[in-house]
């Protein structure tokens, strides 16, 4: 049995509440140095201006394996602060203008997305499909920030084909959304955000508790989830190139963790960008044809009593 996991980090240490493109630069190479000697692998979700400090560094980060995604704040483009505020057409034109300053920077165009807060609606997987992007992090499953426009409740906790018209749900849109990691018993922000594997949340003995869980939650699936994983989380904001700072202790913390319990659940654990578990998941699982069907449950219904 496999557990792939993938490390991403947003990357936007040049929007305007940070403004410290130095910082960003001596994150992510502070990063690739970290994945270089756990033999790990991450995906890098950037936003457009620090793709254009950095386009370099990205470049030859996914020289070496890593995966290069885009980013989007949309405030840092002249927009409102959320992207879950806006329709169809709003989000299309939005992340196509993303899409290009990326493409500047990179030379190709981006498969991988990922929203700022991943804030969404029921429009954002049919217009991450309309671009023709193909995967990335969008949900966070029972994270509930209406002030972010960004509400999730049960979502799918694994790798799946999103609802044409329900975000909430699975469905038929040609794009493999792979949520993050999440213990959404544990409960933070006022009960309105789950403990998710994001480094800078907490220590890595915390951590070790979401993961633990969400190996054996997978393991007991079986086929059920059929592309088992553990995503981390972090930003380009700490600085990882510092051997004695506490996020890069953190990380190192966390991949220990995650290599230890699947040794000892008999399982092995495989370095994945977020694009091979997306792969994965789609030599698997063909897209079906319509979304989810959804059935009234009658189970606590009285007689007489109409609901
Ligand atoms: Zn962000």
New binding site residues.
């Given amino acids: 049995m496999e557990i792939l996991f993938n490390i991403q980090a ?1 990357c ?1 240490a040049t ?1 305007t509440s940070i403004r410290d493109a130095a910082l960003g630069e001596r994150a992510i190479r502070g990063l690739g140095e970290i994945l270089a000697e756990t033999g790990m692998k991450a995906t890098f ?1 950037v ?1 457009p201006p620090d793709m254009a400090a950095h386009a370099a560094t990205y470049r030859d980060l996914e020289s070496q394996g890593h995966e290069i995604g885009l ?1 989007v ?1 949309p405030n840092e483009q002249g927009f409102d602060e959320f992207l879950g505020v806006y329709g169809i057409d709003e989000q299309v034109r939005i992340v196509r203008q993303a899409m290009d300053a990326f493409a500047q920077g990179m030379g190709r165009d981006p498969e991988c997305f ?4 991943c804030s969404a609606n029921d429009h954002t997987f049919p217009a991450l499909e309309a671009v023709g992007l193909k995967h990335g992090l969008v949900s966070m499953p029972t994270r509930n920030l209406p002030q972010c426009a960004c509400v999730w409740g049960n979502s799918p906790r694994d790798a799946h084909y999103p609802h044409r018209h329900n975000r909430c749900l699975t469905g038929d849109v040609d794009f493999v959304d792979v949520p993050p990691t999440v213990d959404a018993e544990s409960r933070m922000w006022g009960g309105a955000h789950p403990q998710d594997l994001r480094i800078e949340l907490v220590d890595a003995k915390n951590h070790w508790y979401t993961i633990h869980k969400n190996v054996l939650r997978q393991l007991a699936a079986g086929d059920a989830i059929p592309v088992k994983y553990i995503k981390a989380v972090t ?1 380009n904001i700490f600085d990882y190139s510092d051997p004695r700072n506490f996020r890069r202790e953190t990380l190192l913390g966390v991949i220990a963790a995650a290599r230890r319990i699947c040794e000892e659940q008999g399982c092995r654990l495989v370095p994945a960008t977020t694009a091979e578990i997306a792969s994965a998941y789609r030599a698997r699982v063909p897209i079906p044809g319509g979304g989810e069907r959804l059935a009234l449950d009658t189970r606590g219904r009285q007689p007489g009593i109409a609901s």
Avoid: S
């Fill in positions: 947003d936007e929007q979700a936003i980013h704040h990922t929203p700022g807060y930003h």
